[in-house]
């Protein structure tokens, strides 16, 4: 779960994520936060396996896999209500089930019903536990098994049970001690945890190894500010601006460093669609934290909304309009909207009574194409 989308401001973990420590800006990793997602099935001696076919998105804002951890199937953000999969395919995943608990010692159907269900699982997250238990059935067969040891480390940390999860990699890592990315995972879920000094012990270990660990050397800035060290948080930052990978990751990290710096936030990323009009400037979060600012980075880290932000205007100390690019808020399913808001509203909460903030919080979310106010959260 190597980091995924960070923010400088707050320090915090997003949903995913999860796998993340802290928000703000979003940087590319593993997970993705598909708004539409299409189930095929793919037949794999004689069974099923699900794989998501996504329209292309920006990763969320949340600490996510590594890259080079086993793909999931759709990989849905932390708050993403579960997807509706198809009756002919709960019902091949039943039938392998069934299989699996007619033949208790044949280890190949169960690794198989583990990463059925485990790929279910991205998608509804019901899925998750019966996944773990199949995979914990592999390891009374198979207690060396690593792949299987990662896959119940990945579980956990979707379910947040950080501990469990963390317990997992290290017996993987004891068995594999050189996997650089499962280290940077076990380090981003000690910062997930609170355990920031971990945290930092951890990525300083990968970067020992190899100085140009991009998402190692990431991570470690949030979690250097995460426990007010700006200045080393900042020089960290700089250093992955010359390890980014590409120039949209490069930019990502500009707007990171921005925000860290208290100055206004380049909001054009290299590679944007041709035509693609550059948004106005965001508002600069303010040095040493605010509530505006940690406000903002709740919206600016979220995995499905965070990709669309434009731009944050802030007309009154607690009156925010958020202007959204292509996040119809009405097209919406009913439920989804309401879970989707009763989060963010549980967000900006907590950092009410962070900053002891006494009076309503509101913020319009704007459609930045027309103007349009499409809804509205108080809180």
Not at 136 to 159: M, T, W
Not at 317 to 342: C, G, N, S
Request: glycine share 8%; proline share 9%.
């Amino acid at each position: 779960m190597t980091a995924a989308n960070f923010c400088v401001e707050c320090g915090e973990r997003q949903p995913g994520a999860k796998a993340a420590g802290v928000r703000g800006l979003s940087l590319p990793v593993q997970r993705f936060a598909p708004v539409f997602v299409v189930l095929t099935v793919v037949a794999v001696g004689g069974g099923v396996v699900l794989w998501g076919s996504m329209t292309p998105k920006a990763p969320p804002s949340v600490p996510g896999r590594s890259p080079s951890s086993p793909p999931a199937a759709g990989n849905l953000p932390e708050g993403h209500p579960p997807v509706d999969i198809p009756d002919q395919v709960k019902q091949a995943i039943r039938e392998i089930a069934q299989k699996a608990e007619a033949a208790p010692d044949d280890v190949d159907t169960w690794k198989h019903l583990g990463e059925v269900q485990y790929r279910a699982g991205q998608l509804d997250p019901s899925y998750l536990p019966a996944a773990s238990t199949a995979y914990r059935h592999v390891l009374e067969h198979e207690p060396d098994n690593v792949e299987v040891l990662r896959s119940l480390g990945n579980i956990a940390f979707d379910q947040d049970q950080y501990d469990i999860a963390l317990g997992y990699y290290q017996e993987y890592l004891k068995r594999k001690p050189d996997d650089l990315n499962v280290q940077t995972d076990m380090g981003t879920m000690y910062l997930s945890a609170g355990k920031s000094d971990q945290a930092i012990a951890t990525y300083e270990a990968v970067l020992k190894t190899n100085p140009s660990f991009f998402q190692a050397q990431v991570n470690i800035a949030l979690a250097y500010r995460s426990t007010g060290q700006n200045e080393k948080a900042l020089a960290a930052l700089e250093k992955a601006r010359t390890l980014a990978p590409d120039d949209k990751t490069r930019t990502q990290v500009d707007q990171l460093l921005a925000r860290a710096k208290g100055q206004p936030v380049p909001d054009q990323v290299a590679g944007a669609p041709a035509g693609q009009p550059a948004a106005e400037p965001a508002a600069a979060a303010p040095a040493g934290g605010s509530f505006q600012a940690d406000a903002e980075g709740i919206f600016r880290q979220n995995p499905i909304m965070g990709p669309k932000v434009a731009r944050v205007e802030w007309p009154a100390a607690q009156t925010a309009k958020v202007f959204l690019r292509d996040f119809p808020v009405e097209q919406m399913p009913p439920e989804m909207r309401t879970i989707f808001m009763d989060r963010i509203k549980g967000r900006i909460k907590e950092k009410k009574d962070a900053y002891h903030v006494t009076e309503t919080a509101r913020f319009d979310l704007v459609d930045d194409a027309t103007g349009k106010v499409m809804d509205t959260i108080s809180e």
